[in-house]
Nanobody, 112 residues
Framework: VQLVESGGGLVQPGGSLRLSCVAS????????MSWYRQAPGKERELVAA????????YYADAVKGRFSIARDNAKRTVYLQMNDLTPDDTAVYYC??????WGEGTQVTVRS
């Protein structure tokens, strides 16, 4: 199993980013996928999750209405569209597949 995230970077408050996670080594369309994040000095937290059929299953309260999770099973990719970013969204964002498979993460920094 391999999960490779991309799309992070430095963005100003109010800006947008789209993260991607390309999966390999398993039947992607059979698995719920999730995005987590970990800010400096804080625990890793679940941000969003999506079912195998493409229906979003969960958004953290802090991101509802701003973030959107999606997937393309043909491309073996899960996305996280992040809009109206704030400094509180600064974190390393990780792709996750049950039971315990993680990507290496992509850094998102929001500052003026």
């Amino acid at each position: 199993v391999q999960l490779v995230e991309s799309g992070g970077g430095l963005v100003q408050p109010g800006g947008s980013l789209r993260l991607s996670c390309v999966a390999s080594g398993f039947t992607f369309s059979n698995y719920r996928m999730s995005w987590y994040r970990q800010a400096p000095g804080k625990e890793r937290e679940l941000v969003a999750a999506i079912l195998d059929n493409g229906i979003p299953a969960y958004y953290a309260d802090a991101v509802k209405g701003r973030f959107s999770i999606a997937r393309d099973n043909a491309k073996r990719t899960v996305y996280l569209q992040m809009n109206d970013l704030t400094p509180d969204d600064t974190a390393v964002y990780y792709c996750f597949r049950p039971i315990n498979y993680w990507g290496e993460g992509t850094q998102v920094t929001v500052r003026s």
